[in-house]
């Protein structure tokens, strides 16, 4: 069951990032809504609906099982592709979005719980930060290549990129089917309300769960945002293709990132690489952004090479204060903030970017993400003690 759960982790990892349309998806999303700010707003309500069902899948997942939430998870993703290609007004992207938003709910604590897990029956779950930098590498490895694809087919045909990326989510959905249940997980035995109060207790009472979860929110929504906005700036400097192929670049370096990150956290520390890594994003973003420039979009490459590392750090962090019953549950509860934050930027961001300009916006952004810095400070001081 291990070496199979594990294989088929990251194959499926590899095709939930293999979206070709994701390094222009702000540019196909306003050119079926007709502006920025409503195109920011289908990210909006990914996360909204992400958000508000983030607890509910987690506490499924917590009761049903893994698999049949990873299942789950692959056929709204595929309705929500079939929506954004088909893409008729914008309610047709709003539709696609809450179902991407209810994929993203699925995926999000269920699948590290399930890594999670099925290394605690092989008896590995001490090797989880190596075998999650590992699979996520094959995530960003996926982008890298799907970027490089789609922003060669969006020189083309926006239409003909959506329907292309239909084809990676069906053969996920086919291999969701062929995980194992772990025997690690236990089922609920309270109710949902005790269930969910236990875990919010958690987060409340754990200095340190509550600190990493406050900068991984704030991280999170502007971070992501960011990601997702740039293409817009980019857009006003360089041609379609080369934004995917920088995307490829950016890709390829966060995929190095992860798949050394246990050597890097070894080397560093978990606090100490996610102080670096922080400080390194944020003045790369300061000066990007600040001082727009043909050289720019370059600018922005640099922290791909922390960012996997960083990542794993945290996420290796967050599931040692986890409880084995609610690791899924209080994997979710932290997302639902980080997904709630995502919301509220995006929005923020696209009414604020059509009113000035998508640099000033990001520059703005990047300026109010800089106490996470001071967060993981103080983290890094406190260590255990936290």
Do not use: C
Request: proline share 3%.
């Amino acid at each position: 069951m291990f070496a199979k759960n594990i294989k088929l982790l990251s194959i499926f990892n590899f095709l939930v990032e293999f979206g070709l349309y994701g390094p222009i998806a702000i540019l196909y999303f306003a050119h079926v809504s007709g502006s920025y700010a409503l195109a920011a707003s289908i990210f909006s309500i990914i996360m909204l609906s992400s958000s508000v069902l983030e607890l509910p899948t987690g506490i499924w997942s917590d009761r049903v099982g893994r698999r049949r939430t990873i299942i789950a998870g692959s056929w709204a993703r595929v309705l929500s592709i079939v929506l954004y290609a088909i893409g008729l007004s914008y309610w047709y992207l709003v539709i696609g979005a809450i179902l991407e938003g209810l994929a993203r709910s699925l995926y999000s604590g269920n699948n590290d719980a399930l890594l999670y897990d099925t290394l605690a029956d092989a008896g590995k779950h001490g090797e989880y930060s190596k075998y999650l930098g590992k699979l996520r590498s094959y995530e960003h490895l996926a982008v890298a290549i799907a970027s490089l694809i789609g922003g060669i087919v969006a020189t083309f045909s926006f239409v003909w990129l959506m329907w292309l990326s239909l084809i990676p989510h069906l053969v996920k959905l086919v291999i969701s089917y062929q995980f194992v249940e772990p025997k690690t997980r236990k089922k609920i035995d309270s109710n949902i309300y005790a269930h969910t109060k236990e875990a919010i207790r958690l987060f409340v009472t754990n200095k340190k769960l509550r600190l990493l979860s406050i900068a991984d929110t704030i991280s999170y929504s502007t971070g992501e945002v960011s990601f997702q906005f740039r293409a817009a700036f980019f857009a006003s400097i360089w041609p379609i293709w080369a934004i995917g192929a920088l995307s490829t670049i950016t890709q390829f370096g966060a995929a190095f990132s992860f798949h050394i990150s246990d050597k890097i956290i070894k080397k560093f520390g978990h606090e100490r690489l996610l102080v670096i890594r922080s400080i390194v994003g944020k003045l790369s973003g300061l000066i990007a952004y600040g001082m727009p420039s043909i050289i720019s979009p370059l600018i922005t490459f640099f922290p791909s090479f922390l960012y996997g590392a960083g990542q794993v750090a945290k996420n290796d962090l967050m599931q040692n204060e986890f409880t084995d019953h609610q690791r899924a549950t209080m994997s979710s509860l932290n997302s639902l903030l980080g997904s709630l934050g995502f919301a509220i930027v995006s929005i923020i961001v696209g009414i604020f970017a059509d009113k000035t300009s998508p640099a000033t916006a990001l520059f703005t952004l990047t300026l109010i993400a800089v106490p996470i810095i001071g967060i993981y400070y103080n983290i890094f001081q406190n260590g255990d003690k936290a």
